[in-house]
């Protein structure tokens, strides 16, 4: 059974049934917490007993500086909202790691950005080092992942599209909301892994809504293809990419195809056009409600409540 753990400006918190003891761990990275699970099983074993969760204020369980890599179009159901059809090419991008926020900080969109999209993503943070050159069974999954989180990565559409530069677009502060727990796994634990469901509503309107079956390239294979070339050390985050169901959808093919006729300019300024009728896409004063569970509860990453506001 997976544990949760939280982590405030007191330090670290093992949670169990909406309650919370202390962890005993001089840790403060989340590198340092995982190479203290003896403090973390002590801990849980009397949290029911503990402080209510509600009286905490949780701050996002990976600690930074660390690497932040997320996997691109990982879903189906989002290839089909992309508009990709056949085989997609596994796509890995950055993130800075200063774009990670606290499960219910406010996500904050620049002044220039008009067009600011969310994606519920499962984080994986890793457990120990990852080096070049790693192939990863399924059956190695617990050796490298120590545990999962809820994330947000938070997307400035107009500025990923227009300059094709994912690093900038996804890495703003406050763009990758991440918590409120960190749910360290037992090895049992990953044969339920195709389980979890994501979701992410909107002021209440369901937007996403898949399990990881949608997934089109699963975390051992994709953590064997990010190996080729990128070294992962513990306490580093993947963001594994998020179902359909976003503000931002390919054009029908035949106003693709009338589009693709166009100089560039206009060609971008046609579709923005377009996507500005959208409503879906966030505002200020949108309050995004995200959660990723298993239906039995067994894997519970807790709930993210996030609102959108304006740079001043």
Known sequence: MSTNVLRTTDGWWAVRDERAARIESKAVTTAELLADRAAVR???????SGTPVADLVALPPVTTPCRVVAQMVNYRSHARDSGFTGDI???????????VSGPHDSIVRPTHVKFLDYEVELGLVMGA?????????????????????????????????TKTQFYESKSYPTFTP???YLALLEPEDFAHLLNLRLRLSVNGEPRQDRTLA?????????????????????????????????????????????AALLPPALKWKAFFNGQAKNPHYLRNGDLITATITTP???????????????AP
């Open 296 to 310: 039995d509860g067994r894997i519970e990453l807790g709930e993210q409540r996030t609102a959108v506001t304006d």
């Open 42 to 48: 002590e801990a849980a074993a009397s949290a029911q």
């Open 129 to 161: 080092p990852l080096p070049v050159g790693t192939v990863v069974e399924e059956r190695d999954l617990p050796h490298y992942v120590a545990g999962l989180v809820l994330t947000n990565d938070v997307s400035a559409r107009d500025v990923q599209l």
């Open 178 to 180: 991440t918590g409120p």
């Open 89 to 99: 090419p596994p796509t890995f991008f950055r993130k800075a790691s200063g774009s």
């Open 214 to 258: 949608d997934m089109i390239v699963r975390p051992a294979q994709a953590l064997t293809l990010l190996a080729r070339f990128q070294t992962l050390d513990a306490g580093d985050l993947l963001l594994t990419g998020t179902p359909g169901g976003t503000a931002l959808k390919a054009p029908p093919k035949p106003v693709e195809k009338i």
